[in-house]
């Protein structure tokens, strides 16, 4: 069947082709025959005819130079639409909330990859504390005394922003480190929300994995190494992506925290694993498929858009019965 798709992201222009999963979802789109249009969170609209976008109609290919051919934006409205992909990178600040709130007015017949509610209530850094027992040791304060105390007990600590991304301004300490009070003021001025310190993992230097789940189940992982002199393994900060195998632990994970990604509407979601430790549950705009792929590892794109079409499927039975 085909659908029409309409993507809430970031300039399309400004990503990376190479790497970017919210791209190779269009891909695999437009290879099922899928009617694709692109606007970005600035041009979310409700009012009179509901929930609408300044959208472009958007045909995409993997080939350099040449990734796509967007069309002359137009008002689309949204419930018109099969599916929404909500895939604008953080951060996860009140224009993001803003956005969820928006699409969530759209009617039951328009599915929105993640679910907007769910995403809104699963900031990534927290909604990992419904699974204590996967934690590494994490403090979440920015109460300077409470974090002391936190690094005194560690002796190396990640300290690193409660809403940010990619691996943005995170920092390691150690016990006495002279850095600590520099880095606490600067961190009180920039966030007024509490940030997060965990346990320094020495076993970051060979990997965090990102396990990708759909509709609740593992469907592929790829592990990425740091750059030399960097304990930040994103890729968009140096790290290098090398092919993986689930763990027993990893799995045991997975199995445990899939049926409430499932429960919740949390489609696509990718987890960030180290030495065993769960450390984050990424859901507003997960990363890793093309990597999984180009590493040998399962066509991802494929099987999130064989779980949103059955979904769509079993909800058309249900509106119509």
């Given at each position: ?114 679910d907007p ?24 304060s920015r ?143 997960p990363t ?34």
């Amino acid at each position: 069947m085909s659908l029409v798709v309409a993507v809430q992201m970031d300039p399309i222009d400004k990503i990376n082709f190479a790497g970017d999963s919210t791209f190779a979802l269009m891909l695999e789109a437009e290879k099922r025959g899928h009617r694709l249009y692109h606007y970005t969170p600035d041009k979310l609209t409700w009012g009179a005819h509901g929930i609408t976008a300044e959208a472009a109609e958007i045909a995409v290919r993997d080939r350099p130079g040449d990734y796509f051919t967007l069309q002359k934006p137009a008002r689309l409205e949204l419930a018109q639409a099969d599916v929404v992909l909500l895939r604008q990178d953080p951060p996860f600040d009140l224009g993001y909330i803003t956005s969820t709130h928006l699409l969530e007015q759209l009617p039951p017949s328009v599915l929105v990859v993640n679910d907007p509610a769910a995403v809104r209530n699963a900031p990534e850094k927290l909604f990992v504390m419904d699974f204590p027992q996967f934690m590494p040791a994490t403090l979440i304060s920015r109460d300077k005394a409470a974090i002391a105390a936190f690094l005194e007990e560690q002796g190396e600590i990640v300290v690193k922003p409660l809403h940010g991304h990619g691996g943005a301004a995170v920092f390691k300490l150690g016990r006495k480190d002279p850095n600590f009070g520099s880095l606490y003021d600067l961190f009180a001025t920039t966030f007024k929300e509490p940030w997060v310190a965990q346990a320094f993992l020495p076993q970051i230097a060979k990997g965090d994995k990102r396990i990708i789940l759909v509709d609740g189940a593992a469907a592929g992982a790829v592990n990425r190494v740091p750059a030399e002199n960097d304990i930040r393994a994103n890729m968009v900060r140096g790290g290098a992506a090398a092919a993986t195998e689930l763990t027993a632990r990893e799995k045991e994970i997975c199995a445990a925290i899939g049926p409430e990604l499932k429960r919740r509407g949390l489609l696509f979601v990718g987890i960030d694993v180290i030495d065993g430790y769960l450390t984050e549950i990424n859901v507003t705009s997960p990363t890793g498929i093309r990597a999984i792929r180009n590493t040998g590892g399962p066509d991802v794109a494929a099987l999130i858009w064989d779980a949103i079409e059955a979904k769509l499927a079993a909800r058309c039975q249900d509106l119509n019965a």
